[in-house]
């Protein structure tokens, strides 16, 4: 029995792009959207809008709701509720232009945003890669009253 060998490749004489089509679906290079959220603490205000303020039951449905939240992806994120305020459903992902003042330790250039967790209740910090860093707890719309 003799080895098997693969067909030669044909050569293209137009060059060695890759044709569109075949990265369509492909993520953008540096994108982390296919990822799972992680939430992080590093950043949040000691001063305002704290996690020390809520009762127990609110810090107990606040973890449930964020284990629920890191199972989906980014993207999935992202396409859950209204971009309007007022009108979200879901997590309900926003990025927030008009916020308070950053506490000292976050830079001015990031990007703020809030999420949904609950009816009231909802999270408002900024993403690097996958992670999401948590600046401010809101149980009552008090950080930006709609």
């Known amino acids: 029995m003799g080895k098997k060998h693969l067909p030669k490749q044909k050569k293209d004489t137009k060059g060695s792009k890759i044709p569109e089509n075949a990265t369509a679906n492909a993520f953008q290079a540096g994108t982390t959207d296919h990822l799972r959220p992680s939430f992080r603490f590093t950043y949040a205000d000691e001063n305002r809008w704290h996690l020390s303020e809520w009762n127990a039951d609110e810090i107990k449905d606040l973890i449930r709701d964020l284990k629920k939240i890191e199972k989906y992806t980014w993207l999935?994120?992202?396409?859950?509720?209204?971009?309007?305020?007022?009108?979200?459903?879901?997590?309900g992902f926003k990025i927030i232009q008009n916020h308070p003042n950053l506490p000292n330790n976050v830079s001015e250039d990031v990007t703020i945003s809030e999420m949904r967790i609950g009816q009231k209740k909802r999270i408002f910090g900024f993403r690097l890669e996958s992670h999401y860093y948590i600046v401010w707890f809101d149980r009552d719309h008090s950080v930006c009253p709609e």
């Not at 999935?76 to 459903?89: D, L, M, N, T």
């Open 76 to 91: 999935q994120i992202k396409e859950q509720g209204s971009k309007q305020r007022g009108s979200s459903v879901g997590c």
